[in-house]
T-cell receptor, first 114, second 114 residues
Framework: KQEVTQIPAALSVPEGENLVLNCSFTDSAIYNLQWFRQDPGKGLTSLLLIQSSQREQTSGRLNASLDKSSGRSTLYIAASQPGDSATYLCAVRPSTGGGNKLTFGTGTQLKVEL | DTGVSQDPRHKITKRGQNVTFRCDPISEHNRLYWYRQTLGQGPEFLTYFQNEAQLEKSRLLSDRFSAERPKGSFSTLEIQRTEQGDSAMYLC????????????FGPGTRLTVT
């Protein structure tokens, strides 16, 4: 059974700092990995999707990397802003069976302070 | 493209009552997913449809839960004889197909069972 872990569970940083969020998964047989953002009481916003054949993806100040063989992904946020405050979730899709369902981690709650 | 929509956004019900939620996916998306998220946890997969066919159901989906997607458009999730443990955020997502297609999530329906 796939298990996804995110460390740290919570993080508080001053504005302008660069930061890294970590995601690890136990089964390396994945098709892709997605990073999401979730604001309190709201749905999920997709940030980046990395296919298993890719090493990284970039969007603006966000960069996600994937090391499938070691079961790890990182989300790098450059020059953090208060508006980045949210919970960040990673999710993996299995490459064998399982349709398209995603297995999620429990998230990292980020607070960027002025 | 108006995104994935869900109705209602919030539902408060008494234990033992039946509730029904609706999800309208992005119009050209043929896959539709339901997830459940409890406080402090990541979303957990419940079920998914390809067009009108329900292809997989999680063990989390007890006999009190039923989902439909008539005509392969909108979907409904019904919970019969609600229990306090059903209190959660119910999230709907859709995708264009399998493989490299991202899942796009709706805003969720927050259910509170008193």
């Amino acid at each position: 059974k796939q298990e996804v872990t995110q460390i740290p569970a919570a993080l508080s940083v001053p504005e302008g700092e660069n930061l890294v969020l970590n995601c690890s998964f136990t089964d390396s047989a994945i098709y892709n990995l997605q990073w999401f953002r979730q604001d309190p009481g709201k749905g999920l916003t997709s940030l980046l999707l990395i296919q298993s054949s890719q090493r990284e993806q970039t969007s603006g100040r966000l960069n996600a990397s994937l090391d499938k063989s070691s079961g790890r992904s990182t989300l790098y946020i450059a020059a953090s802003q208060p508006g980045d405050s949210a919970t960040y979730l990673c999710a993996v899709r299995p490459s064998t069976g399982g349709g398209n369902k995603l297995t999620f981690g429990t998230g990292t709650q980020l607070k960027v302070e002025l | 493209d108006t995104g994935v929509s869900q109705d209602p956004r919030h539902k408060i019900t008494k234990r033992g009552q039946n509730v029904t939620f609706r999800c309208d996916p992005i119009s050209e998306h043929n896959r539709l997913y339901w997830y459940r998220q409890t406080l402090g946890q990541g979303p957990e997969f419940l079920t998914y449809f390809q067009n009108e066919a329900q292809l997989e159901k999680s063990r989390l989906l007890s006999d009190r839960f039923s989902a439909e997607r008539p005509k392969g458009s909108f979907s409904t999730l019904e919970i019969q004889r609600t229990e306090q443990g059903d209190s959660a955020m119910y999230l709907c997502a859709s995708s264009l197909g399998q493989g490299l297609y991202e899942q796009y999530f709706g805003p969720g329906t927050r259910l509170t069972v008193t």
